[in-house]
């Protein structure tokens, strides 16, 4: 009995010294260690510089001292080898290339050998003025005479050239004309003695040879006869063609005009006879003459708009 005693004894006193063992660890490794230093409110701690700043005695030595910073490309997404010199993509960049290398090539040869006929050029050039200095040389007195006159003639032959003045072929124009042109009044006009008249072709027309469309402009230089307009085209589309004006209503020469003028333009064909007069002692003739004339200028005459005249070609 007593060794179990003894025993219980020994257990619980080891027991209690581990637990004392485990309470002294315990304390030691909690409170013993080294305490990181506290920031409190009367001292501040100053950091510690790891790396201090150089100091340089100039700029230069400064501005050297930086460094510089590489660009850096980002990777393309397409191909390096199908990217032009302007940064475009191209698939068949390479037979393009080989096309330009062809073509350079050609124009290449194709300058070198412009260059060689020009040299052949000159080269045949100065051979013909050899030949030319050495003919002129061997020619006699009488063959530069005969020279010199057949020089004479040329020019006088040039010179009859451009001195003729060709008469017109009249005929070769009225040939492939239309020998009637159907027109109308453009707007309604007042004119008097030598005005024109503006018209435009009612229908298409040819003259000398040119289709003139619809509503072409024409002019017509007016006179006066009793109860008559008379009109005249001398000149048409540049051509100088002749024409008539005829009334479509009356078919008569010229336009009809109302009775009102009949005493002036009978006033006009009494001026024109008595510039037929040329009688001695009758000074009254100019006077009279000058008086009719001045009168005829007064004539006036309103053609109305789209008033229908017929062109016949003067024969």
């Not at 003025?129 to 010199?148: F, G, H, I, N, W």
């Not at 002692?281 to 001045?294: A, C, D, F």
Request: proline share 3%.
């Amino acid at each position: 009995m007593d060794m179990i005693k003894d025993k219980k004894k020994l257990i619980f006193m080891g027991l209690v010294l581990c637990v004392l063992l485990f309470i002294g660890a315990y304390g030691i490794l909690t409170f013993g260690g080294t305490q990181e230093p506290s920031v409190g409110k009367a001292s501040v701690e100053v950091p510690k510089l790891k790396e201090t700043t150089p100091e340089f005695e100039s700029r230069l030595e400064a501005v050297d001292a930086l460094e510089r910073e590489e660009e850096t490309v980002p990777p393309s997404v397409y191909q390096e080898k199908y990217l032009d010199s302007a940064g475009y993509y191209d698939k068949q960049l390479s037979d393009t290339m080989k096309k330009r290398m062809i073509d350079s090539v050609y124009q290449l040869g194709a300058s070198r050998y412009q260059k060689l006929q020009r040299f052949q050029n000159a080269y045949e050039v100065s051979v013909v003025r050899d030949t030319l200095s050495k003919r002129q040389v061997k020619l006699t007195k009488k063959a530069v005479k005969a020279m010199e006159v057949k020089m004479k003639a040329m020019a006088l032959e040039h010179q009859l050239f451009f001195a003729s003045n060709p008469e017109e072929n009249v005929e070769q124009h009225i040939r492939n004309t239309d020998e009637e042109l159907w027109v109308r009044v453009d707007g309604t006009q007042t004119v008097k003695q030598d005005y024109r008249l503006r018209m435009r072709l009612s229908k298409s027309a040819k003259v000398d040879g040119i289709t003139l469309e619809k509503n072409t402009l024409l002019y017509g230089f007016v006179s006066f006869k009793p109860n008559r307009t008379i009109l005249k085209i001398e000149n048409l589309n540049g051509r100088a063609v002749q024409f008539e004006a005829y009334d479509l209503d009356d078919g008569s020469k010229g336009i009809y005009i109302e009775n009102s003028f009949q005493e002036d333009v009978r006033k006009q064909v009494v001026g024109d006879v008595v510039d037929d007069i040329n009688l001695a002692g009758v000074p009254q003739v100019s006077g009279i003459k000058q008086l009719l004339r001045r009168s005829n200028r007064q004539v006036k005459v309103t053609v109305i708009d789209n008033y229908q005249l017929i062109l016949k070609l003067k024969q």
